[in-house]
């Protein structure tokens, strides 16, 4: 589904910045509206509302942190992006102090920028979309730990997170590397934002990588960044991931995937926190923390020989084990109702919540694809429901009890279990097959047979 495009207000006193902004937004197909100053901003506000404001600080008059303040009070909704050329800690603590989002620095990287938006406009439609989650057990020190918020966006009491969030919360104050492990689907990334929102480094960015999405060549480059030139196609000068991740957090996902040279290039930043983006000799100093996440047995692919062992004992500095759901049973009443508040939206209905039927089915499946797995099944329950709950013939095939005719045949189960594989891996057919414990043409002559998308 096409989301509808975002409104957003720029505010730069410089005609340049403004107009390649809005040039850069509209052509993602975002209404923009750009004004010269703070006073025709405000005007602007009076009469209509926006989802971002990009807000220049250093403006003549009434500059970008008073302006910050003024634009929270009209529209306490709106996500605030400050742009400055002028960075500093202190910088960044006012302005999160007066309620922005998050702030970038000039010369603006519009790729960076781009992540930004993004990020503040799931943030905005997050806080639109959901109610807060039931609260916590009467523990006195659970409720002070909720209400600094952690782990905001990690829902569940039982003993198996409450584990978690006290790890993320020993970890968070520190600036070790933290090594995130656990099944697809257990919430890895939610755990390395909540690392990074508690860590001294929050007021910088948190810049997330999938190694595992891209071929070695493309890596290098999102990693690296490159200069104008360097390859065919280099038509301008790009900042990489870890460059921009200075100051704050690098996320690598699937680490176990890298490539032997880009494990050796990765050590090298490591080791020295220095770098060269592909085609350039200039040596950029870099300061970030590293958190990494992984599936897979990091211990077996270094004996293997597949993991550099120098590489495994810097990232496996601290451990957290993101839980499975099956480990944390009595969670899932309250990640099901999260996420069937979340999916009312969209499907323009109040839900109310679930039969006492459809949550005994919920708890007693074993869930292989873990919380990705049951938002999946709340969110199609969702929009087949009829009445103001879900019921039990709601819900997709699952196993658990009931009745049989609901479970689909054995044929179905295996399609449906082989397509949620394949989407958890993004199509990619060796770590697919791996995880299904199956050889790729046995994989291939399945994705035939069921007609699978990948």
Known sequence: MKRNPARLLIVDDEFSMRDSLAAWFQEDGHDVVAAESAEQALRTLDDHRFDVALLDIKMPGIDGVELLERVR?????????????????????????????????????????????????????????????????????????????????????????????????????????????????????????????????????????????????????????????????????????LELADGGTIFLDEVATLTPKSQVDLLRVLETHELNRLGGHETIKVDFRVVCATNEDLEALVADKRFREDLYYRLNVFTIEAPPLRNRVSDIPLLAEHFLRRAAPTVGRNLTGFSPEALERLCAHTWPGNVRELANAVERAAIVAAGPRVELHDLPPLNGGGHPAAQGSLEDVERQHIQRVLDEHDGNITRSARALEVDRATLYNKIKKYELRR
């Open 73 to 241: 009070v009209i529209d306490p909704a709106i996500r605030v992006i400050m742009i400055t050329a002028y960075a500093t800690v202190e910088t960044a603590v006012r302005c999160l102090k007066h309620g922005a989002f998050d702030y970038i620095t000039k010369p603006v990287d519009p790729d960076e920028l781009t992540r930004l938006v993004a990020r503040a406009l799931e943030d905005k439609q997050h806080s639109e979309g959901v109610t807060p989650a039931p609260p916590p057990s009467p523990e006195p020190e659970r409720r002070v730990e909720r209400e600094r918020g952690v782990a905001d966006a990690i829902i569940g009491e039982s003993p198996a997170i409450l584990h978690t969030l006290e790890l993320i919360r020993q970890v968070a104050a520190t600036d070790a590397t933290v090594l995130i492990r656990g099944e697809s689907g257990t919430g890895k990334e939610l755990i390395a934002r909540a690392v990074h929102r508690e860590s001294p480094r929050r007021y910088f960015s948190l810049i997330s990588v999938n190694c595992g999405a891209l071929p070695e060549s493309l890596l290098e480059s999102e990693l690296f960044g490159h200069e104008k030139g360097a390859f065919t196609g280099a038509l301008y000068r790009r900042k990489g991931k």
